[in-house]
């Protein structure tokens, strides 16, 4: 046979045909998807024997009860107990992920020591006894004021910190002003005998009224916030919402007000306005009242129709709210700024505290309540930093418990002396402890026992402890124990308790008022606390996890009250600046404080936005030539920064958004990409930086 | 499905063999569905951050981009189109809607790595047999499939809080909501332990819906009548979205604003417009 050259293409050609009839190239493809396996690379999962811990969250004040799925003893699930009386068993995405905060990228292992002064100025470990020696010779010589900086007063360490700077003579306790409790320590003020804790009593009122607070974004106690508005087609209960941007809050509300930016103020003097002249205050309210005529001069100082052009609002509105609030059966109004915004000013929270009093809800059902009548706390004499002298301090302590709001650096560092040294606690790598001197930290969240009391917003007190889930790191250093190495190193004598032994103290003065109830986390019940057979039993309680929460106190107490508003002395101007505020979400103003796995919610979807991205109004972003996704420059008196532009129709024109948020993983604060946009805010006389002027182009 | 139960040998002496009767019983096949109430849901995103920690979704890298993250859970912010102060917004929590009919990620998968479980009508995914080729993201009309593009990663100690039932997925595999397969399994082990073939409706409950703070979803049997999810999806502001498809997806949305229930036939992507001018 003769092989010719059509030969051999006809059976390379056939070869070709048939081998994609024969199960080879499926097989192939098919045996790729193993071939290409590297399940290698893929980490193993824990093995070992699986167990249930209960305990409590201490990311933010709230102090949700927490149930722990631990293999071998190690938490690799958290949820709420469900039932409990507080919370009503919700965990926010921030708890649920708690966690994972003790293996946090950002976490300081070691006492560290700055190398000078720079957020990205390298490290060096350093012993704890060396560190405390070279903080004890500073507290010496030291000619300034020695601050402790307590975003959280009212603690057991808090005592501890006060005791100590109460012995020195140069000791400044000082506090951020409230945020969620504004309202409550504003009408505090107010009150003639300041011995009485007040709180919200949301769950029998009909009407809110909200100057900003976001309180269906985790303000306060979330699960309580979310069984309140969860019930309210049966409660009846209404909000509105008095808020320049469309919220999380502003959205869900029955009326929302979007008022002009910063003008609170005068929206709830219009409100006073209302109520004054149309006779809707209540008889005994104005009795209660010393200085009324004050309030009456700064209420009736703007007619109607300038208080609708500063405000934006319709005066016709302004007057359906104010007659809504006097018609309620029970109504409450509060204030709370937006986490990354900082606080309103003095003057604008007297107004809005002005008006519980005049509606007459202080002290009434559904209203502004007691909750509890105590003799004077040491912690009240706590300073709030705004009020402390500019360049006054020189050896600054900062606490490493996190308010869960934002907090401006700037803020911070007016208050220093040039020569200053700043020792942080943190357990991590935060914004403000990237400035410190040293870092020496504390145990991370679930690390160490720490009492959770009850919630400032809360109207019936409470109590369970935080235990342990994880075993606490040698490298770290409560702060009981490291003021109790300072106090030694510097000669002084202070009786510092531990924590286990002021639990043990708190649960037998609940014992001995045998009031209220103690729920179980285990099995879900309640028992009278008449019903423990001693302290002890009741103390053993609360650390295998429990509640105790006390009746609500029902006390109705005759107030007086000073209010001492002044009247308004500039009508804002109108100017077609931009305008930057600042957002957030509570607890997630920072890479540091949420886990890594929050990237879910930021980095991986558009639910939140990450720092360094702001959201405008695409109007606002035609008149700036600006499109989605754009990289712009932000400019304001105080510096300028790239950020990531997102269009919004929900945003005011004019305005600009910007995310106080986590960085992207795995960010350094070295990185370019690290931006703070709390750095170009201005801060104001009153320490709050909620509106700054600003401009914004394209680059 | 039918499985052989027990020889019936009744009268078989007589008749012989041929006469053997082979009864098999149908065993009861439930339609696990879910149901979130829209006006509910404030985004507060809980569902997708417990849904990441149960089904061991590591967190992203710094590269990580709203394109290239996993989230099998995933809350949609959708506005109304309005502007200030007109404007309103829905969160829409997406991921799979487990489709019943002519699955489309099912029908194109080359590996049979998606398959439907006839017991419970969840779709699952099979890591080990997929191949990477992403027809299935392609074809999925919610966009709920997502991509390994890299070897998950978390920091060390993380390691040692994975969840143990639940296998974390190597680079170059598709993955997506299974209804937390995981929990499926361990309340079937707990039924038979304790003797029973059906679960505890109470022992199968997926991530997302036991946390949500705002028990806006409802999860469970569609097959079965007395069930809650059955009884809340007869409402008339019950809607599934893109249901003009007709692949029956077993994930329903209930929101009493028109728009929203108008906007849940539209495509979730953004038109070039909507990316440009938002």
Same mark, same amino acid.
């Given at each position: ?423 942080? &606690?943190?357990?991590? @790598?935060? =914004?403000? +402890? #990237?400035?410190? *001197?040293?870092?020496?930290? !504390?145990?991370? %969240? ?91 039993? &009741?103390?053993?309680? @609360?650390? =295998?996890? +429990? #509640?105790?929460? *006390?009746?609500?106190?029902? !006390?109705?107490? %005759? ?141 | ?278």
């Amino acid at each position: 046979m003769n092989i010719t050259r059509r030969n051999i293409l006809k059976l390379i050609g056939g070869s070709a045909v048939g081998f994609f009839l024969t199960p080879l190239p499926y097989k192939v493809l098919d045996d790729s998807s193993i071939w290409t396996q590297n399940w290698s690379l893929t980490p193993p999962l824990p093995q070992g024997p699986v167990s249930i811990k209960y305990s409590n969250c201490t990311l933010c004040a709230a102090g949700c009860g927490v149930k722990a799925k631990c293999v071998n003893g190690i938490p690799c699930q958290l949820i709420g107990i469900p039932r409990h009386p507080i919370d009503n068993g919700a965990l926010c995405a921030r708890g649920l992920a708690g966690h994972h905060l003790v293996n946090h990228p950002l976490r300081v292992a070691l006492p560290q020591k700055f190398l000078h002064k720079s957020p990205d100025s390298a490290m060096e470990p350093i012993s704890f006894q060396t560190a405390v020696n070279e903080i004890a010779s500073q507290i010496q010589k030291s000619n300034g004021a020695i601050a402790v900086f307590d975003q959280q007063p009212g603690r057991i360490t808090s005592e501890i910190y006060f005791e100590f700077l109460n012995q020195l003579s140069n000791g400044i306790y000082a506090t951020h002003p409230s945020r969620e409790d504004a309202t409550l320590s504003t009408l505090h003020e107010m009150i003639d005998k300041n011995n009485a804790k007040l709180g919200y009593d949301f769950e029998n009122t009909q009407l809110i009224v909200s100057f900003g607070a976001p309180l269906l974004d985790d303000w306060g106690i979330p699960g309580r916030m979310r069984k309140i508005f969860g019930k309210r087609k049966e409660s009846g209960l209404k909000l509105i919402q008095i808020e320049s941007c469309q919220s999380r809050t502003a959205l869900q509300s029955d009326v929302w007000l979007p008022i002009k930016p910063d003008t609170e103020y005068f929206a709830a003097l219009a409100i006073a306005n209302v109520l004054i002249k149309e006779n809707l205050v209540l008889l005994a309210a104005l009795r209660q009242i010393t200085d009324f005529e004050k309030l009456k001069h700064a209420a009736l100082q703007f007619t109607p129709a300038q208080y609708s052009e500063i405000t934006g609002i319709d005066f016709s509105i302004i007057r359906q709210t104010a007659n809504k609030l006097a018609q309620s059966k029970s109504a409450i109004v509060l204030s709370g700024p937006n986490p990354g915004a900082g606080p309103f000013n003095n003057e604008t929270e007297k107004a809005i505290a002005s008006l519980n009093i005049l509606i007459g809800s202080i002290g009434t059902d559904g209203g502004i309540v007691i909750r509890d009548l105590q003799k004077e706390n040491k912690n009240h004499i706590a300073r709030n930093w705004n009020a402390i002298q500019d360049h006054s301090i020189e050896v600054l302590f900062i606490d490493s418990v996190d308010s869960g709001y934002a907090l401006p650096w700037n803020l911070i560092e007016r208050k220093l002396q040039p020569q200053h040294t700043i020792i942080s &606690l943190s357990p991590y @790598l935060n =914004e403000i +402890a #990237a400035h410190a *001197d040293y870092i020496l930290p !504390s145990p991370a %969240p679930y690390e160490s026992l720490v009492e959770v009391p009850a919630h400032v917003t809360s109207n019936v007190n409470s109590f369970s402890v935080a235990v342990p889930l994880f075993a606490k790191p040698e490298t770290v250093i409560e702060p009981e124990n490291l003021f109790k190495l300072i106090t030694q190193s510097v000669g002084m004598q202070l009786e510092i308790p531990t924590t286990e032994e002021a639990v043990k103290q708190k649960a037998e003065k609940i014992f001995s008022t045998k009031r209220g109830s103690v729920f179980s986390y285990s099995d879900g019940t309640t028992k009278p606390v008449s019903e423990f057979l001693s302290a002890d039993d &009741l103390c053993k309680k @609360l650390f =295998e996890g +429990a #509640a105790w929460s *006390d009746k609500p106190n029902n !006390s109705h107490h %005759p107030f007086r009250f000073t209010l001492n508003i002044a009247a308004p002395k500039n009508v804002p101007k109108t100017t077609n600046s931009l305008v930057l505020i600042p957002q957030g979400w509570k607890v997630a103003v920072s890479s540091s404080s949420i886990s890594p796995i929050l990237s879910k919610l930021f980095q991986e979807s558009e639910l939140r936005e990450n720092a360094g991205t702001i959201s405008i109004n695409p109007e606002t972003a035609t008149r700036y030539r600006l499109r989605s996704n754009d990289t712009a420059l932000l400019e304001t008196e105080e510096g300028k920064m790239n950020v990531r532009v997102k269009l919004n129709t929900s945003i005011q024109p004019g305005v600009i958004l910007a995310s106080v948020g986590p960085a992207l993983n795995e960010t350094n604060f070295s990185d370019a990409t690290y931006n703070d946009v709390l750095s170009l805010c201005t801060i104001s006389d009153h320490g709050t930086w909620r509106i700054t002027q600003a401009k914004v182009s394209k680059i | 499905m039918h499985n052989l139960r027990s020889w019936n040998v009744e009268n078989n002496t007589s008749k012989g063999l041929e006469n053997l009767i082979m009864e098999t019983i149908s065993e009861k096949k439930s339609q696990y569905g879910m149901m979130i109430d829209l006006d509910r849901c404030n985004g507060c995103g809980a569902c997708a951050v417990a849904c990441a920690v149960e089904n061991n979704v590591p967190p992203a890298y710094q590269q990580t981009n709203t394109r290239t993250g996993i989230t099998w859970m995933r809350v949609f912010e959708i506005p109304n189109d309005e502007q200030f102060p007109q404007s309103d917004s829905v969160f829409v929590p997406m991921f799979c809607q487990q489709c019943e009919n002519e699955t489309p990620c099912v029908t194109v998968c080359p590996q049979n790595a998606v398959e439907i479980d006839p017991l419970t009508g969840i779709v699952g995914q099979i890591p080990q047999r997929c191949l990477g080729c992403r027809y299935c993201m392609a074809a999925c009309p919610y966009h709920a499939r997502y991509f390994n593009w890299r070897d998950p990663k978390w920091t060390d100690g993380m390691k040692l809080q994975l969840n143990p039932d639940v296998a974390p997925r190597m680079r170059g595999v598709v993955e997506k909501c299974n209804f937390c397969h995981g929990r499926l399994h361990t309340a079937r082990q707990k039924a038979a332990a304790n003797g029973s073939e059906k679960i505890d409706p109470n022992d199968y409950v997926p991530a997302c819906v036991e946390s949500c703070p705002n028990k806006a979803i409802i999860f469970g049997d569609l097959e079965d009548g007395s069930s809650e999810i059955s009884q809340a999806i007869k409402s008339k502001n019950t809607f599934r979205f893109l249901s003009r498809l007709g692949t029956e997806p077993k994930v329903y949305f209930n929101s009493g604003r028109a728009w929203v229930r108008e906007m849940a036939e539209q495509a979730l992507t953004r038109t070039k417009k909507e990316e440009i001018y938002g």
